[in-house]
């Protein structure tokens, strides 16, 4: 609830910004932070699993424009949390939010792709653990420090790789 609330919040701060102009400003911030931000191994992950002719899409629950950037600096696909916009590319409000329905997203996703392999989704929220169950390979993506999700009692990890990073 509070998520669909902090949404519709963002949505409304940034009405009448420009689609392009959220792209240029979210495309700095990722410019700007990006040594600092940047988790070394899941690029390495991300850049071999691309070199093996995987089709590589960030999924999140966050806004488009952040989310559009990053996988521009990535150079892979994304699907995420959508502002809306007027037909001029303004922001009007807050549109689709993908917050606990990342799967039918990704399947839509894959869907308009005209061919993909196998389906391997990595992820360091806990949130996502049902859909890592629904992919070829789930990979649950953890700092060796962070033990959140393999103690948490009601979130079970078995048949899913834990990757540490």
């Given at each position: 609830m509070l998520h669909r609330l902090y949404?519709?919040?963002?949505?409304?701060?940034?009405?009448n910004y420009s689609r392009e102009e959220l792209l240029e400003y979210a495309g700095i911030f990722w410019n700007q932070c990006w040594d600092n931000r940047q988790i070394r191994t899941t690029v390495e992950l991300l850049a071999d699993a691309k070199k093996c002719g995987s089709h590589v899409?960030?999924?999140?629950?966050?806004?488009?424009?952040?989310?559009?950037?990053?996988?521009?600096?990535?150079?892979?696909?994304?699907?995420?949390?959508?502002?809306?916009?007027?037909n001029d590319g303004h922001v009007t409000g807050f549109g689709r939010d993908l917050f606990g329905r990342k799967i039918p997203y990704l399947h839509q996703y894959l869907d308009g792709l005209d061919q993909h392999g196998p389906v391997t989704v990595y992820?360091?929220?806990?949130?996502?653990?049902?859909?890592l169950r629904k992919v070829d390979r789930?990979?649950?993506?953890?700092?060796?420090?962070?033990?959140?999700?393999s103690e948490a009692p009601?979130?079970?990890?078995?048949?899913?790789e834990i990757l540490y990073i």
């Open positions: 949404l519709r919040c963002v949505g409304q701060l940034l009405v899409a960030l999924i999140s629950a966050a806004i488009d424009p952040p989310v559009i950037a990053l996988s521009q600096k990535l150079e892979v696909g994304a699907v995420c949390s959508q502002l809306a916009y007027d992820s360091d929220n806990a949130n996502d653990i049902e859909m789930g990979i649950i993506v953890q700092r060796r420090a962070d033990s959140r999700i009601r979130v079970p990890t078995d048949g899913l």
